[in-house]
């Protein structure tokens, strides 16, 4: 561009840059068939060609895509008719950061206008910031003629605009306030970071958009515009123990930032700054985290040590605790504050062994009331869902058990999250929760007929049934009767295995009998031909064992002297010998007699046993050895209890 003159006439230095005009006006059209990343400069925009030359020009300049811009180094040769790359960023022009931002204020604001004056005003502003080649702007000023005047001044104002309203940068910023209770309000806001005044939040201006994770807005969706610095609320959804709620706004084609559009070409011309600047993009993310207010109810699936134990077995159960999912229920374990993290809220699981049952327990929502209890004991667990083990309790004696749980909220503290506790309760009688002590039945004899008899007599003895295993179909029980004795044993005396009886020729008889329930039987009657003193005893080898070598019902056998379970035989005198009680029938319907009177139920039964008609008719009660309950009934006598 050449330097203002007073000349009048054109003369020959005047005639070179009009022929380059008309040529950069004859090439222009082939501007549009430039690649599309670049773009050629067509000509004059708006602006002021000094009547002193004829072709000074100060103003924008045209572009083949419809875009103006400004020139950038003062002193260089016009850009009509050359090709340039652009290139668009913060930093695409050497000059300071604020330089480049009142820049891309300048071009934003006003390169794209159609008023001379502005045009060459903003051209000089321009060439302000980037460097006037070693001029003044009263010199570049006085290419708009007359009007030199008022574009120096619009130049100063653009200037001091551009300081005061360009900025380095510009973002969103929000602010998210979660409530206890899940409900929560949220502020996004732009921040505008200016060359003067640093970060300014401004005034609502722009619409955006707002999107929600983990809630909604009060209409049920999780997206929404929003202007900047607008409230709006929000409720928290999810059922996590921890309420997070995350929001992202975003501000598109905002006028604000360093950002700009600059061209350079190859032919050393003047780069060039586009009109429109950048419209940039501001977003924002926040999130806010809470504990849920939503309550959860613990589930414990439970597991018994053993299905079978043994006499004398210690029985825990393993407690495997996780949650149970439902409408407005957490899915995962409560929580609370504790030192300033999150814990799991504690619970105390209390279990209850209960039995013995005489049956395997039958399953069912409800405990029985009246059930016996072994023990109670309880588990404190403050590390939430996870597998545990009761304390250990002692199994009685033979029978039915099974575990029951239950879960109270009023265990746990207000402190330690009771309202946001639900109670649980197990079912009764659960197969995994089930054990059995494998048990024999209770079995009480009574010798039939007198206590002393001459040989030759049949004797018999009455076996009455109870504590049966209703899972067992029969078993059998074998009566010995041993003797003679020149001389009874002590009552008690334990007198040993069978096959040592056999072997001392002690063993006088044996018979077998079949039962299978509860009830009254007698056995056959075993003859006597020898005098001497006899007592019956008993033994049976319970029920054959299963798969896992487990007995239902195990051996079983009471070997001991008992009194009232003797009889002695002796020979006949001359005296008349006392008439022969009837004897009971060889084989009894089952009574179910209770056990607390034998000598009834045998009566009963029969009707065999007349008071004061039979001399010397005794009944005895007695337990077996693999029993492990007994009550005693008199000074030598006890039965097993159920």
Not at 564 to 578: H, I, K, L, N, Y
Not at 582 to 608: E, K, N, R
Request: glycine residues 12%; charged residues 20%; hydrophobic residues 40%.
């Amino acid at each position: 561009m050449t330097p203002q003159t007073t000349s009048t006439r054109p003369s020959r230095q005047l005639l070179l840059p009009l022929l380059l005009l008309l040529v950069a006006v004859l090439v222009a059209p082939l501007a549009f068939a430039s690649p599309a990343s670049a773009v050629a400069s067509t000509g004059l925009g708006t602006g002021y060609i000094w009547r002193g030359d004829g072709v000074s020009y100060l103003g924008t300049y045209l572009l083949a895509d419809g875009r103006k811009a400004f020139c950038l180094e003062a002193g260089k040769t016009s850009p009509v008719g050359n090709e340039y790359d652009t290139a668009t960023g913060a930093d695409v022009f050497p000059i300071s950061s604020e330089d480049h931002a009142r820049l891309a204020y300048i071009a934003r604001t006003w390169a794209g206008t159609d008023d001379q004056d502005t045009a060459a005003a903003g051209q000089l502003a321009v060439w302000s910031i980037t460097g006037l080649a070693g001029q003044t702007a009263r010199y570049y000023a006085g290419r708009a003629n007359e009007r030199w005047p008022i574009v120096l001044e619009k130049m100063q104002q653009m200037l001091d605009e551009s300081t005061r309203e360009a900025s380095t940068s510009v973002s969103a910023s929000l602010a998210v306030d979660l409530q206890p209770d899940g409900t929560g309000t949220l502020r996004t806001d732009v921040v505008v970071d200016r060359v003067t005044g640093g970060p300014t939040v401004l005034e609502p201006t722009f619409a955006g958009a707002v999107s929600l994770t983990g809630a909604v807005f009060t209409d049920g969706t999780a997206a929404s515009s929003a202007r900047n610095g607008e409230t709006m609320s929000f409720r928290a959804t999810g059922d996590l123990p921890e309420m997070t709620v995350g929001v992202e706004s975003r501000f598109d084609d905002l006028p604000y930032g360093r950002v700009m559009t600059v061209g350079s070409s190859a032919a050393g011309s003047q780069m060039i700054l586009f009109s429109g600047g950048a419209s940039v993009t501001a977003t924002g993310t926040a999130s806010a985290s809470a504990l849920s207010p939503l309550p959860f109810r613990p589930r414990v699936s439970t597991v018994t040590s053993d299905t079978v134990a043994e006499q004398g077995a210690v029985l825990t159960d393993q407690l495997t605790l996780a949650v149970e999912p439902g409408d407005g229920l957490l899915s995962e374990w409560g929580r609370i504050v504790v030192d300033g993290g999150w814990a799991p809220i504690p619970v105390t699981v209390r279990s209850r062994l209960l039995g013995p049952f005489s049956e395997r327990p039958v399953e069912a929502a409800d405990w029985p009331a009246d059930a016996p209890v072994v023990c109670d004991v309880e588990v404190r667990v403050v590390e939430g869902p996870g597998t545990y083990t009761t304390p250990g309790c002692e199994l009685p004696g033979g029978g039915w058990y099974t575990w029951v749980e239950s879960i109270d909220p009023a265990d746990t503290s207000v402190e330690d999250g009771r309202d946001r506790l639900r109670g649980w309760k197990s079912p009764f009688g659960t197969a995994t929760e089930t054990t059995v002590l494998p048990w024999s039945p209770r079995i009480d004899t009574a010798i039939v007929g007198a206590s002393v008899v001459e040989p030759g007599a049949c004797v018999s003895d009455a076996l009455l049934v109870s504590g049966w295993n209703t899972e067992v179909e029969e078993v059998v029980v074998d009566t010995l009767l041993i003797g003679p004795f020149a001389e009874l044993p002590a009552e008690g005396t334990e007198l040993g295995d069978v096959d040592g009886l056999e072997r001392d020729g002690l063993v006088a008889g044996r018979v077998s009998t079949t039962v299978n329930g509860d009830g009254l039987v007698e056995t056959a009657c075993l003859p006597v031909a020898e005098v001497g003193d006899y007592a019956f005893v008993y033994t049976s080898e319970g029920t054959p064992a299963g798969t896992e070598g487990h007995q239902v019902v195990p051996a079983f056998a009471d070997t001991r002297v008992h009194d009232t379970e003797s009889f002695r035989v002796e020979a006949p005198v001359d005296t008349p010998v006392e008439t022969e009680a009837p004897a009971v029938p060889v084989a009894l319907a089952f009574t179910g007699t209770d056990l607390g009177g034998l000598a009834l139920g045998i009566s009963l039964a029969g009707g065999l046993l007349i008071a004061g008609g039979i001399a010397g008719h005794v009944v005895r009660r007695r337990r077996h050895a693999a029993s492990g309950r007994s009550a005693e009934l008199g000074p030598d006598v006890a039965v097993d209890l159920p």
